[in-house]
């Protein structure tokens, strides 16, 4: 299966779609997470190709609520954070030593409710000055970059967009030794849609 999607149509797709909003209770905490595209150069590919989404390992921590799960980089909004997008970018460079200089930013991807009283807001950039990455391993156990052409691949492969299983561990994503699941496969499911669905009204 062939999928031409370079990063010049993701953009435009990510401006252009509807995402999922929800509101805010005050009893719910915010959070934001930033969905980072790797372009193909960074990999001396053909600009044409589609590029990696970044992902992040959490840490086989005993009692860590999100022990070892799949997500992308964020964290809970602090609330010095003037907005929720400032939000992802300081959690990103706290997170992997990548500087807000480093992305560019290209829209946002929604809310998503998780099962701990959160609303997670998904953002997305471009990492357009790759330089090394430095994480804290008592937080993170490993960073992952995804070619998107797989994720595109195993989504259609499972016929999600007719039949989008409702479970947190129905809705997956596999990946080598690891599984995308829960509010991160929310995201990864809307992005999918997004790109090899764009007329489809959500």
Known sequence: MNFSHNI???CA????????????????????VMAIFIPPKHAGMDTES??????IQKA?????????QMAFPGGIQDPQDPTSLDTAFREVTEELAISRDQLEPIGFLGDYRTTQDT???????????????DFDTSEISRVITI????????????DYHRTRPAGP??????????????????IVFHLMEILLHPQKKR
């Open 13 to 32: 797709a990510i401006r252009s779609a509807q995402h999922p909003t929800l509101t805010h209770p005050a009893h719910l905490r915010l959070a934001s």
């Open 50 to 55: 589609c590029p990696d989404l970044l992902f």
């Open 119 to 133: 609303i997670i807001q998904g953002f997305s950039a471009i990492w357009t000055k790759k330089s090394a990455i």
């Open 147 to 158: 070619p998107l052409a797989e994720l595109m691949a195993w989504h259609e492969k499972q």
């Open 8 to 10: 010049d149509s993701i």
């Open 169 to 186: 561990m129905e809705l997956t994503y596999p990946f080598e030794d690891m599984l995308i699941w829960g509010a991160t496969a929310k």
């Open 60 to 68: 086989d921590t005993k009692g860590y609520p999100w022990r070892n």
